[in-house]
């Protein structure tokens, strides 16, 4: 694997389908010297299954602060470490962040060994654009950050992707609804890659009011499509495009701002920078 230095590997680990578990994934957790799991119960289950008898150890939210420096200081020495989550991909919403960054910072090697994660399984699945999307994780639960996440992702072109608890869904959709993003074609996943996988459509009305009373059983990731851009104005476009034209840009320059900044088409920001 990486002979005498050391590595620390990211593993995704199955989030329900066991036969997700990559056989990189396998090699790579027979082979370190300590896996670092959120709950060492929980990943002792994939191991077993799997006959593999790599020793366990914790690491998870309430211990990466500690664990941290003396984790870096054995990779400095030449342990290969494996890093998983319950299930899916660490970091994304699980402990890991702070591990990678100091890992990095202390020039040792991190190599991910990519798979299973909920964010891309109910992306691809949500038949909603994909091309281009935020994922905003948990958002807040409460206070003025909950209203702010709210209003970012309504505000949101493009698409979005949240992990929601299930009790929490209805009132989620519905705050997302009182937004502004009511009208909005959304998807709610629900338990991928197992027996009750399926993906409920509609605007965020619609599924707002369906899981009002009544939540979804299992986990679920909420998809939502982006909002319409606002239609062009064409005079301040203009404005903008003489104002940049006075501060010394190229007509070249001032195409390229009017498209990326102002979301103008090429033809209408050719026309205004060259009038
Ligand atoms: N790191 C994980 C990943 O890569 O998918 C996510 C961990 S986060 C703590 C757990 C959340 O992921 C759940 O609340 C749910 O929103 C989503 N999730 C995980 N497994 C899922 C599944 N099988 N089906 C739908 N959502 C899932």
Known sequence: MVGANGALFIVSTPIGNLGDLSARAQETLRAVDAILAEDTRHTRALLTHFDIHTPLESYHEHNEASATPSLVSRLQLG???????????????????????AVVAAGIAVVPIPGP?????????????????????????????????????????????????????????????????GERAAVVARELTKQFEEFRRGT???????????????EVVIVLQGGDAPPLDEEALRTRASALRSEGLSARDVVRVLMEEEGAPRNLAYRLAHD
Do not use: C, M, Q
């Open 79 to 101: 342990a290969r470490l494996a890093l998983v989550s319950d299930a899916g991909t660490p970091l994304l919403s699980d402990p890991g962040a702070r591990l990678v960054h």
């Open 117 to 181: 994660s909920a964010l891309l399984a109910a992306l691809v699945g949500a038949a909603l654009p994909a091309d281009r999307f935020t994922f905003f994780g948990f958002v807040p639960r409460k206070g003025p950050e909950r209203r702010a996440a709210l209003a970012d992702i309504a505000a949101l072109r493009h698409t979005a992707v949240l992990y929601e608890a299930p009790n929490r869904v209805g009132e989620t959709l519905a705050d997302l609804a009182a937004a502004g993003a």
């Open 204 to 218: 965020v009305h619609e599924l707002a009011a369906a899981f009002a009373e009544t939540p979804p059983r299992g």
